[in-house]
Nanobody
Framework: QGQLVESGGGLVQPGGSLRLSCAAS????????MGWYRQAAGKERELVAS??????????DSVKGRFTISRFNAGSTVYLVYLQMNSLKPEDTGVYYC???????????WGKGTLVTVSS
């Protein structure tokens, strides 16, 4: 079904911002809804934000008002899902994964993740 490749992670101080990117194939981007998950050390993977093909969004309560998910397409070669993260907190630390899923909720593909560390 194609690859998902995350980028943009790194070390940031509390209160800072990062923008994560998920590069998708055209087939995935045009056919499926997309989501960002995160997994902190010793914890289960949790949904952070999701966006449908039509642009409807959903956020975890812990990130509402701070994170924004969006889709971007340029021409026939660039298909991206962004996660803009503002006012970051230490508890936002974790590996962030991008995924694609069908309208029934079946997961189609996962990326390999990008590490976000929020620390002073």
């Amino acid at each position: 079904q194609g690859q998902l490749v995350e980028s943009g992670g790194g070390l940031v101080q509390p209160g800072g911002s990062l923008r994560l990117s998920c590069a998708a194939s055209r087939s995935i981007f045009s056919s499926y809804d997309m989501g960002w998950y995160r997994q902190a050390a010793g914890k289960e993977r949790e949904l952070v934000a999701s966006i449908t093909r039509g642009g409807s969004t959903n956020y975890a309560d812990s990130v509402k008002g701070r994170f924004t998910i969006s889709r971007f397409n340029a021409g026939s070669t660039v298909y991206l899902v962004y996660l803009q993260m503002n006012s970051l907190k230490p508890e936002d630390t974790g590996v962030y994964y991008c995924n694609a899923y069908s309208s029934s909720g079946a997961v189609i593909s996962w990326g390999k993740g990008t590490l976000v560390t929020v620390s002073s």
